[in-house]
């Protein structure tokens, strides 16, 4: 019996059987607290996160596919923009350079119009001062002549009423 005893005292202190133990007590335990359940739907949230984290990770990299097209692309388009904004510009160029030279004609016609009433009036103030002129100096002509020949006064009044007679009324 001794031996007996000895022995149990060995297996006690033995780590087999504590181990042995420590099993049963954890799957007494889990079966108790149902953690197989819960190991499930941890393992399944964790299969979830990462299934939804490689649709992401597909979803990025079209995303940067398509970043990377539009990239690729964007040395044609400028040169298309660019393209574009200068045929607008000649265009617009062309259309101030004709608004321009029609504007520059106007410009010209009205100045020559000016001009012209302006010379017209001009050569009328000429005139008239001319006219006056003309009539002063007529005046102090025939003035002179009648103080000079006395008898030309009846003759011009002779001529003047026959003028006169002449001009119906």
Known sequence: MQEFISIFKYILQSNVIN????LIVL?????????????????????????KSDSE??????NLDKAKDLIDKLPEDIAQLKKSAQDKGQIFKSEIE???QKSILS???????????????????LTDK?????IELSQIQIQRLLKEKPELHNKFIMDSLDELDKVNL
């Open 98 to 100: 004709d608004n321009a």
């Open 27 to 51: 799957v007494w335990c889990v079966k108790k607290l149902n953690l197989d359940k819960s190991f499930d739907e941890s393992i399944s949230a964790v299969e979830n996160g990462i299934k």
């Open 57 to 62: 990770k597909n979803n990025a990299k079209k």
């Open 107 to 125: 410009f010209e016609k009205n100045i020559n119009r000016t001009l012209e009433v302006e010379e017209k009036k001009i050569s009328n103030v």
């Open 130 to 134: 001319t006219i006056t002129a003309s």
């Open 19 to 22: 181990f042995i133990l420590m």
